[in-house]
Structure formats: structure tokens, C-alpha cells
């Protein structure tokens, strides 16, 4: 008897235009626009300061749903990730130097 095993998976895959880091201000990005299409994200702290990352538009340092650990250095891959399945409404982030830098994909 054999098995037969069904994998089911993202029809689209977006990240950055350069398919990379995203480097950060003082302000808060928008990093992913509401999709009813998404069916999960992940976000990964690529810079040396705290990111901080929220489920809704604007993010600050006193609004927010995750604080990702910074990098020893950048891109080094340390930095903290987060991944969220199901919701599919903004997504923003702010790092807390200007100098932030983040990576993130959407599967849909």
C-alpha cells in the first residue's frame, strides 16, 4: 500500500523589490498592505536595535504587538523573527534608532 501525501502551499510569495533588507527611518513603514489573500507573514529584525512591530498602521515604541530582538551585527541573522498566520491587515514597523533595517515575506 502506498501513501499519498497532499501539500498544500502559497499560490504567491511577496517580499521586498530587491528581495533583501529593507532599511528603515525614524518613522514607521508600512511594510505589508491589508490582503485578503495572505495567508501568513513573517518579519525578521535585520538591523543592531530593537524593531518594533504592529498589527495596524504606525507603529511606535508605545503602540505595537512584537518587539524583535536586535542583530549582533547587520544581517548577521541573529536578529528576532516573528510569524503570524491569518490576519490580513497591515502591517507596520519602527525600529528604535533610524537606522533600523528589516526583512519580511507574505505567503498567499
Known amino acids: 500500500m502506498s501513501k499519498v501525501r497532499v501539500v498544500t502551499g502559497a499560490r504567491t510569495i511577496t517580499s521586498p523589490a530587491n528581495g533583501g533588507v529593507t532599511v528603515l527611518s525614524a518613522?514607521?513603514?508600512?511594510?505589508l498592505?491589508?490582503?485578503d489573500y495572505r495567508?501568513?507573514?513573517l518579519v525578521a529584525n535585520q538591523g543592531?536595535?530593537?524593531?518594533?512591530?504592529?498589527?495596524g498602521a504606525t507603529a511606535t515604541s508605545s503602540s505595537?504587538?512584537?518587539v524583535l530582538p536586535p542583530c549582533g551585527s547587520n544581517d548577521d541573522g541573529t536578529g528576532?523573527?516573528?510569524s503570524v498566520d491569518g490576519y490580513v491587515?497591515?502591517?507596520s514597523v519602527i525600529s528604535s534608532?533610524?537606522?533600523g533595517r528589516v526583512s519580511f515575506i507574505e505567503f498567499g
Do not use: R
Open 27 to 31: 518613522s514607521a513603514l508600512d511594510i
Open 33 to 35: 498592505s491589508a490582503s
Open 39 to 41: 495567508k501568513s507573514f
Open 48 to 55: 543592531t536595535s530593537k524593531l518594533y512591530v504592529k498589527l
Open 64 to 66: 505595537w504587538h512584537f
Open 80 to 82: 528576532g523573527t516573528v
Open 89 to 91: 491587515g497591515v502591517v
Open 97 to 99: 534608532t533610524s537606522t
